[in-house]
Structure formats: C-alpha cells, structure tokens
C-alpha cells in the first residue's frame, strides 16, 4: 500500500499516548524534585498509609542525641536474617516504648534484657522492633509482613489494643478488595505525582495517625470492637508464631495514671485491696484476660511497676518510660523468662 494510502491512528489513541507520555515525565519532575514528600516522611515510610513504618537509616527524631536508624529502619544494631550458632534470638516489637522514646539506645529495655539474659549466662541477640505511634494492629502487619522473616526463637510484643475509625475503614476495605485492585491501589500511592494531588485536595493529618488510642474522630470507640479487634489480631499473631515456631510473649502496655491511682488509693500487689483496684482501674484488664484465653504467655508488669515505688522515678511522661523504668521492665522481662519454657534454658 502506498504510504499516502496509510491508515493513521484515530485521533484517541494519540491523545491517550501524549497523555500518558506527560504524566510519566510529570511523575519524574515531582519525584526528583521531591515535591510530594512531607516533613514527617524523613523519618515515617509515608503519611497517608496507616500501616506506616520507620524509614531505613533516617536520623531519629526521638533521640536527645544524634542517632541514625539502622538500615532495616529499626534501632540499634542490624540484626543479619541468618541467625549465629547456639545463640537464641528475641525480637522486641511494640510503640514507641519498646522504641525508646526520651532515652539512649543503650538504655532501652531490649538492649538492657540482652544484657541481663547474658549475666544469667543464656546466649542471645537481640532487635528492637519499636515504632513509634503504632499499636497492636499495626504491629501485627509488621510482625506478619517482616518480623518473622528474621527467624526469631522469641518475639515479645508491648502493646494494647487500638482503634480509630478510618482505620478500621481502611482495613475493612483491603480485606474486602480484590487482590488486583489492592496492588493497584498500592502502586497507585506510590506515584509522587497522586500524592502531590493528593497532599493538596487532602493534606494528611500525621498527629491523627499516631494518636490512635482507644479514638476515633467521632469520640470513643465502642468497647466490644475495640477488644473484637484485639482479639483477632492476638489470635493471627499467635497462629502466625506457632506456625514458624516462634514464641511468644505479651506485655500489656503501661499507663502511668494507674500507677498515680494506685498510690492515691493505697493499693499495693501483695495488699487485701489490690484485685478490687485492678477491677475498678485497670482499663486492659479484658485485653490481659483475652490474652490468657487464648493461651498466649504474658507478661502483666504493673504489680512490679507499683512495688517499685515513686511513678516519677520510671516514666517521663503519661505512658515513656525513664531508663530506670527501662531497666525495671528489663529485670521483669528477664525473671518471666528464666524458670519458663520460653527460653532454650533455664536461668537464674
């Protein structure tokens, strides 16, 4: 046929190709000029996915000192997916209390109890997994997603149950969604140029994100989901443990009001008023006794926390530890451990 005689390409699909040409050189001069990153994503994988992590070698924005993450986005050292001979590994996930909010890495409570296990003459290492402003169901993505990766003999996990309402949205959501249309979803937050868009019709509102507690946008949150919720991220965790063999332990988290209504009220561990103030304050009293049911090992270091004395002494603020409550729940860690099955032997 005669080149004068050619057919040309309707005039749609030159408009969809110049279309798809400028949103790929688009993409490429927001990427590189870094236009859609927030403040927060120096140090967070990103704003706008509730599941957010820490990113990898980021400098600490916690810390009093400078301090770099490790490239793994965790604190402390890296910890190599093949595990040393004869050597147990425990893996710390939780909040920013397992992290070690306001005091050095050395003074968190999983660098203490790899200390305090060695002296009891148990050979261990150690990585603390901590994200700041995450909670159960956020942990459970990480433990699931990466954690368990690394082959741990142990992973202890500090937390409480959580729930925020477009949280719970988003969830409901992705396990309804087909899987091609949650890739899709997934590539699509990836483009910087959808969150440039995205960033100005909607900014992000990270305080909402790591202010998740027991809230939604509407005020509290019903009870029962609250602890359904719970209960059904303890039982993936504990089934996803059990079939890596892995196992594990629960640290219900530490509010220091209960440590105020403790002394206020005269309640001590061994006194005849102690159970009837853990009914009335004690707000994780159904999260701890979900955890027994389902036959999960815990650890409930509030008696140990109240017999210590003074609140002041071991927390910053309402729920940060200070090093000292660090290396307190450390020696609490370390006693639960030892005499246990737990561990790969007994120690003292």
Known sequence: MSPKYRRRAPVPVYAAAATLLFLAAAEVVVRFGGWAELPTERFFTSAYDPQFALQAEALNPF???????????????????????????????????????????????????????????????????????????????????????????????YTQPSFRADHA?????????????????????????????????????????????????????????????????????????????????????LPRQLFDDARRAGAAPDGPGWSDFVWRYDGLRPFKRDVQDLEIPILDAAPGFVAAGDPAALFIDDCHFTAAGHALMARLLADRLCGSDLLPRRCQ
């Open 63 to 157: 810390s009093k000192v400078e301090e770099f993450l490790n490239q793994s986005g965790f604190r402390g050292p890296d910890l190599s997916p093949t595990k040393r001979p004869a050597t147990w590994r425990i893996i710390s996930a939780g909040d920013s209390v397992c992290f070690g909010f306001g005091v050095a890495e050395e003074e968190t409570y999983t660098r203490l109890l790899e200390g305090e296990l060695r002296r009891r003459n148990v050979a261990v290492e150690t990585l603390n997994a901590g994200v700041p402003g995450t909670a159960l169901w956020q942990q459970r993505a990480l433990i699931e997603k990466r954690l368990l990766a690394y082959q741990p003999d142990l992973l202890i996990l």
């Open 169 to 253: 949205a988003w969830r409901d959501m992705q396990n309804g969604w087909p899987a091609a249309l949650r890739q899709f979803q997934s590539g699509l937050a990836r483009s910087h140029l959808y969150r440039l868009l995205r960033r100005g019709l909607r900014p992000p509102r990270f305080a909402d994100i790591v202010s998740q507690y027991y809230s939604d946008r509407a005020g509290a949150a019903p009870r029962d989901l609250v602890f359904q919720q719970a209960h059904d991220d303890l039982l993936s965790v504990r089934d996803r443990c059990r079939a890596f063999g892995v196992r594990l332990l629960v640290a219900p988290v």
